[in-house]
């Protein structure tokens, strides 16, 4: 038997989502998305208003029809708090459910001192900073750059930041009084990637991120792949006799595409005096050794082609095993060079069976460092929305 109130608090829900992804809604528009009547749609509305979640935003312009009334989003109601962990710092945010970011800042942490105190002091300073917070605050959402232990929402390994198992969720919901939730740093971006770029795949969404380390996530229909130890893209073994990683292995990905080695063999390989317009650069960052590799600079294209017969590579297998339809590469250095996605195109489509067939699309980044931010947004909305609107409306 299905209960009146659960459908008015599907329906709720099913238009204030459709709020937080459009710009402006008339009735008709809502009709139209969600095949609900005219009466169910104009009760809600009025529900929404009542409870100031979206806004009136007058008349549509005439095009000889009737005018209709136009709504919106109210983005000063329900908040989400972001909160970025990267080394030796931490970036707070404070979003509307829409993704405009109404305040950023970023503070300076020890990850080594008292992490409990420090990061409440934090968070605290950073909440002062606004006026009428309470009741608006949807969640504290957290990216983490390393392991994510989902059932327990512990953060348990990053070797950027140093640190192993955080409860980060138990400690700061024992400190405030909002629900707290985190997630790995590369999911988020594939999470805000895929729900706010209306990027199009069909099969799966394969997300790489390469800034000092390299990080993957996979996406089906929507859904991350979960597993705690998944998406180690920097540890796969591309050298099996190759440098020792941190992590214990040898030839891991990350020892070969490391930024700063393959600077280190650039600069080893130029004081050899070596034929290279590399030698104007100094400093010579990895942008422009492969700026230079596209115009033909033989040096450059040493490192080239080590970017793609190791990372190039990884990808292929990736590709060949779990048959994603869009490949989507994230970093200032995809962002800066478009050669390099060119080049790991074709790379990777001389290496994968079934190409024809697969269709499958490789592009860096609409979002590139929002993409992240907006993964935060994501999370809490998934994770809190429904029970906030439930409790607003009297439904739970
Ligand atoms: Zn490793």
Same mark, same amino acid.
């Not at 009709?31 to 007058?58: C, F, N, R």
């Not at 348990?156 to 955080?166: P, R």
């Not at 790995?184 to 069909?202: C, K, T």
């Not at 592009?363 to 929002?370: A, E, I, P």
């Given at each position: 038997?299905? $209960?009146?109130? +659960?459908?008015?608090?599907?329906?709720?829900? !099913?238009? $204030?989502?459709?709020?937080?992804?459009?710009?402006?809604?008339?009735?008709? %528009?809502?009709?139209?998305?969600?095949?609900?009547? $005219?009466?169910?749609?104009?009760?809600?509305?009025?529900?929404?208003?009542?409870?100031?979640?979206?806004?009136?935003?007058?008349?549509?312009?005439?095009?000889?029809?009737?005018?209709?009334?136009? $709504?919106?989003?109210?983005?000063?109601?329900?908040?989400?708090?972001?909160?970025?962990?990267?080394?030796?710092?931490?970036?707070?945010?404070?979003?509307?459910?829409?993704?405009?970011?109404?305040?950023?800042?970023?503070?300076?942490?020890?990850?080594?001192?008292?992490?409990?105190?420090?990061?409440?002091?934090?968070? !605290?300073?950073?909440?002062?900073?606004?006026?009428?917070?309470?009741?608006?605050?949807? #969640?504290?959402? *957290?990216?983490?750059?390393? *392991?994510?232990?989902?059932?327990?929402? !512990?953060?348990?390994?990053?070797?950027?930041?140093?640190?192993?198992?955080?409860?980060?969720? %138990?400690?700061?919901?024992?400190?405030?009084?909002?629900?707290?939730?985190?997630?790995? %740093?590369?999911?988020?971006?594939?999470?805000?990637?895929?729900?706010?770029?209306?990027?199009?795949?069909?099969?799966?969404?394969?997300?790489?991120?390469?800034?000092?380390?390299?990080?993957?996530?996979?996406?089906?229909?929507?859904?991350?792949?979960?597993?705690? =130890?998944?998406?180690?893209?920097?540890?796969?073994?591309?050298?099996?006799? #190759?440098?020792?990683?941190?992590? #214990?292995?040898?030839?891991?990905?990350?020892?070969?595409?490391?930024?700063?080695?393959?600077?280190?063999?650039?600069?080893?390989?130029?004081?050899?005096?070596?034929?290279?317009?590399?030698?104007?650069?100094?400093?010579?960052?990895?942008?422009?050794?492969?700026?230079? &590799?596209?115009?033909?600079?033989?040096?450059?294209?040493?490192?080239?082609?080590?970017?793609? +017969?190791?990372?190039?590579?990884?990808?292929?297998?990736?590709?060949?095993?779990?048959?994603?339809?869009?490949?989507?590469?994230?970093?200032?250095?995809?962002?800066?060079?478009?050669?390099?996605?060119?080049?790991?195109?074709?790379?990777?489509?001389?290496?994968?069976? =079934?190409?024809?067939?697969?269709?499958?699309?490789? !592009?860096?980044?609409?979002? #590139? %460092?929002? &993409?992240?931010?907006?993964?935060?947004?994501?999370?809490?909305?998934?994770?809190?929305?429904?029970?906030?609107?439930?409790?607003?409306?009297?439904?739970?």
């Amino acid at each position: 038997m299905v $209960y009146p109130r +659960n459908v008015e608090s599907k329906n709720l829900k !099913k238009i $204030y989502s459709l709020f937080t992804e459009q710009k402006t809604l008339t009735r008709g %528009d809502i009709v139209s998305k969600t095949g609900l009547t $005219y009466p169910t749609v104009g009760k809600m509305i009025d529900k929404l208003l009542d409870e100031e979640l979206i806004t009136w935003q007058g008349m549509t312009k005439s095009t000889g029809g009737r005018r209709a009334e136009k $709504y919106k989003i109210n983005n000063q109601r329900l908040l989400v708090v972001g909160m970025t962990l990267k080394l030796n710092r931490v970036g707070m945010s404070l979003s509307s459910l829409n993704g405009e970011v109404i305040r950023k800042k970023g503070y300076l942490i020890d990850y080594q001192g008292d992490l409990v105190v420090n990061l409440t002091k934090i968070l !605290k300073e950073f909440l002062s900073e606004s006026d009428q917070l309470a009741n608006k605050i949807l #969640g504290l959402s *957290i990216s983490f750059p390393g *392991i994510v232990n989902k059932l327990q929402s !512990k953060a348990v390994y990053s070797t950027i930041l140093k640190v192993t198992n955080l409860q980060l969720k %138990d400690w700061l919901e024992q400190e405030f009084s909002f629900p707290v939730w985190l997630e790995n %740093d590369v999911n988020l971006m594939a999470m805000g990637e895929s729900y706010f770029s209306r990027i199009n795949y069909q099969k799966g969404l394969l997300y790489i991120f390469w800034e000092t380390g390299i990080g993957s996530a996979m996406m089906f229909a929507q859904d991350l792949v979960n597993n705690e =130890f998944a998406g180690q893209l920097g540890h796969v073994v591309v050298q099996p006799q #190759g440098e020792l990683c941190f992590c #214990g292995k040898r030839g891991c990905l990350e020892t070969v595409l490391s930024p700063a080695i393959l600077i280190n063999q650039v600069k080893t390989r130029l004081a050899s005096q070596v034929k290279s317009s590399l030698h104007r650069y100094d400093p010579v960052t990895l942008i422009d050794v492969l700026k230079e &590799a596209e115009k033909g600079d033989s040096l450059g294209e040493v490192v080239l082609d080590k970017i793609e +017969n190791s990372l190039g590579l990884a990808l292929a297998n990736y590709i060949e095993l779990f048959d994603p339809d869009l490949l989507i590469l994230n970093g200032e250095i995809f962002h800066r060079v478009p050669f390099l996605v060119n080049r790991l195109k074709e790379y990777i489509n001389s290496r994968i069976m =079934f190409k024809g067939l697969r269709r499958l699309k490789i !592009k860096s980044s609409q979002l #590139g %460092d929002q &993409a992240e931010l907006l993964g935060l947004l994501v999370l809490l909305k998934q994770k809190e929305l429904a029970n906030k609107l439930d409790s607003l409306f009297g439904y739970s």
